[in-house]
């Protein structure tokens, strides 16, 4: 089967119980986010609001909350789409075993995108963006935002649907300078394939055409947000996941019209016009401040006759989106290996935010004649991770040998940083790349985009016991009086409130100097932190706090260390200073008011109830 609407999914979901039914009037400020996040913490079911304050139109959320509810979803196609990214990256298998891929090629084949006449559904009506849900997620975005949009843009040099880029980015659409109904927010960072096309409309002195689709068959914003294999187009792709040929008009402005979604709105981006864009609650558990974004004068809003709008809510992970890396990674887990020589697994670590953490597993096979192995091969490895795509966005890349442990998992946080830390030479196996690129939403660096990255990178046999709890004879130095196990070799140091940024370099030479004499083998990483007792709580925590409010470069300090011929290392314990800065994004916190709202309707006859 096939869905040829979002209103064919959500029926399909509320007849097999994957969704309910919120009657009720409810806010897009805030109070709809709530829900949705206490939903989803839940692992509960997608969510239609029916009655949106302000807004004639239904919305949606949570479609994809859950692992097992996207293969519902997709549970006639997934098999066949995994196979299908499978032999785009490895063609010459359709080659040796044509008959075991036939029926694949024919559903590549009838995934091409259909060119439709104009008199399609998402004709029926216009409107404009005050008529939208006016959707605020968290307290202090700068205001409503379009979450779940698929934004179209052409190439300028080769024009059509066959060369176009079809991506997921956020979209502010009222607050900050906008004027209401005319103009909206385009944001997107680094490595995005619109970077590429509004380059070129730039050169040309062109405006830059751009079509958000929102809604449609669920397969569309899927495809919106794959790292799909160079040459493969997002359409193509969200025909084949949705068993349905994507279907598309031109209008008579020449933009073009996903014939089967529920909203599109058309506008353009002239060369170099900007306004501020933000404050946004993000996925790294922060707000994205405001800054300068490409600035979208619109045009039109269609709309269909049953429309629904779609929409998510981000934030600290585990959210909507972790769900969608798990359907990302069931479908393309195997392609990145097979594009990088020696690489086995790479995981960006979710509870991190993603982009911060990086855990890898290659192999170490350059000197098989030397009895005492050490990282080489993964040193090659891990540059070419940091060179690959939105991987080069990471600041943190750990990796290790196979041949050290053929049962090392890379989703195993304990297990794999474990398997590190027992091993890792911290004389020898950090490389530091200086001022880089990182990840938009990241403020732990030195300014928009720039920071810095480094490459841990382990191999050979355990080079110590780990400590899984203090000796009797450990102390640190006063200020520092607060400090927690969090795991096997690893100790969160809590600083003071009152420890301004100006006294850390003395505070951290009085802690060197205590530290200096002392045998530390077993405490390979010590974290400077605001607070010791929530970083140990889990390791979620931790590697939260550790790698989103960390800059490598600036922030990596480490007992008796050195710098000799540019290489760092230090022959003590290593300290990251994972403290909030003054510079860093405030952190996403929920509105104590809002949530009592939620927990009355979790109440006995509350709509909730028996969900949350």
């Known amino acids: 089967m096939g869905y040829n609407s979002l209103?064919?999914?959500?029926?399909?979901?509320?007849q097999n119980g994957y969704l309910i039914r919120i009657k009720e009037e409810v806010d897009p400020y805030l109070q709809m986010a709530a829900i949705h996040l206490r939903v989803f913490e839940h692992q509960g079911p997608a969510i239609l609001f029916e009655n949106v304050k302000g807004s004639k139109f239904p919305a949606v959320s949570n479609l994809f909350g859950t692992l097992d509810r996207s293969r519902f979803i997709f549970r006639d196609t997934l098999e066949k789409i995994k196979t299908l990214v499978d032999i785009?990256?490895?063609?010459?298998?359709?080659?040796?075993?044509?008959?075991?891929?036939?029926?694949?090629?024919?559903?590549?084949?009838?995934?091409?995108p259909m060119k439709v006449r104009?008199?399609?559904?998402?004709?029926?009506?216009?409107?404009?963006m005050s008529q939208l849900p006016q959707i605020v997620n968290w307290p202090m975005d700068g205001g409503p935002f379009v979450t779940m949009p698929q934004v179209y843009t052409e190439d300028a040099d080769m024009p059509g649907i066959m060369n176009a880029n079809l991506g997921m980015y956020r979209i502010q659409m009222a607050g900050n300078d906008y004027i209401q109904d005319k103009e909206i927010g385009l944001h997107y960072q680094l490595h995005r394939g619109i970077g590429v096309h509004q380059t070129k409309a730039n050169a040309k002195g062109q405006p830059l055409k751009v079509s958000i689709f929102v809604g449609g068959p669920p397969a569309h914003p899927v495809a919106a947000v794959m790292?799909?294999?160079?040459?493969?187009?997002?359409?193509?792709?969200?025909?084949?996941?949705?068993n349905r040929r994507f279907?598309?008009?031109?209008?008579?402005?020449g933009f073009c019209i996903s014939a089967d979604a529920d909203f599109v709105i058309t506008g353009t981006v002239m060369p170099m016009e900007n306004k501020p864009e933000g404050p946004f609650g993000d996925h790294l558990g922060y707000y994205s401040l405001a800054h300068p974004f490409p600035l979208m004068k619109v045009h039109n809003i269609y709309h269909r006759k049953d429309a629904i709008w779609s929409f998510t809510v981000v934030g600290r992970p585990p959210q909507e989106d972790t769900s969608f890396g798990a359907l990302i990674h069931e479908i393309t887990g195997s392609a990145l290996p097979k594009e990088i020589p020696g690489l086995h697994a790479v995981n960006a670590v979710d509870a991190a935010g993603v982009h911060p953490l990086l855990f890898a597993i290659g192999s170490e096979r350059y000197t098989p004649y030397v009895k005492e192995r050490h990282p080489q091969e993964i040193i090659t490895i891990a540059n070419?991770?940091?060179?690959?795509?939105?991987?080069s966005l990471a600041k943190y890349l750990f990796i290790a040998a196979k041949e050290d442990n053929p049962d090392l998992d890379v989703n195993d946080i304990g297990a794999f940083l474990k398997h590190i830390l027992q091993r890792i030479d911290l004389i020898r196996d950090l490389h530091f790349h200086t001022r880089t690129t990182i990840d938009t939403l990241d403020y732990s660096g030195d300014g928009l985009n720039s920071g810095s990255k480094v490459a841990i990178t382990v191999a050979g046999d355990i080079k110590r016991e780990l400590w899984n709890e203090l000796p009797a004879s450990f102390t640190l130095p006063r200020p520092f009086v607060d400090y927690k196990m969090v795991m096997p070799g690893v100790l969160a140091v809590e600083v003071p409130k009152n420890i301004r940024t100006s006294d850390m370099p003395l505070m951290l030479e009085i802690l060197q100097e205590h530290l200096a004499e002392d045998e530390l083998s077993g405490l390979p990483l010590m974290v400077l932190c605001d607070d010791a007792?929530?970083?140990?709580?889990?390791?979620?925590?931790?590697?939260?706090?550790?790698?989103?409010?960390?800059?490598?470069?600036?922030?990596?300090?480490?007992?008796?260390s050195f710098t000799e011929h540019k290489h760092w290392g230090c022959n003590g314990p290593l300290m990251i200073?994972?403290?909030?800065?003054?510079?860093?994004?405030?952190?996403?916190e929920r509105d104590p008011e809002v949530e009592k709202l939620v927990d009355k309707m979790g109440e006995i006859g509350g709509v909730l109830h028996g969900v949350i």
């Open 384 to 391: 070419h991770i940091l060179g690959k795509g939105q991987l």
């Open 227 to 242: 790292p799909l294999p160079e040459g493969l187009s997002e359409m193509t792709f969200g025909g084949a996941l949705g």
């Open 118 to 128: 104009g008199d399609a559904p998402i004709n029926f009506g216009r409107t404009v």
């Open 533 to 560: 007792a929530f970083t140990a709580q889990n390791l979620n925590n931790f590697v939260w706090v550790t790698f989103t409010r960390s800059n490598p470069s600036h922030d990596i300090y480490g007992i008796n």
């Open 577 to 588: 200073d994972a403290r909030i800065k003054p510079h860093h994004a405030p952190v996403l």
């Open 88 to 112: 785009k990256n490895d063609p010459i298998k359709a080659i040796k075993h044509p008959f075991k891929y036939a029926n694949t090629a024919l559903t590549a084949l009838s995934s091409l």
């Open 7 to 14: 209103q064919a999914c959500i029926t399909d979901l509320e």
């Open 247 to 253: 279907r598309y008009f031109y209008d008579d402005e």
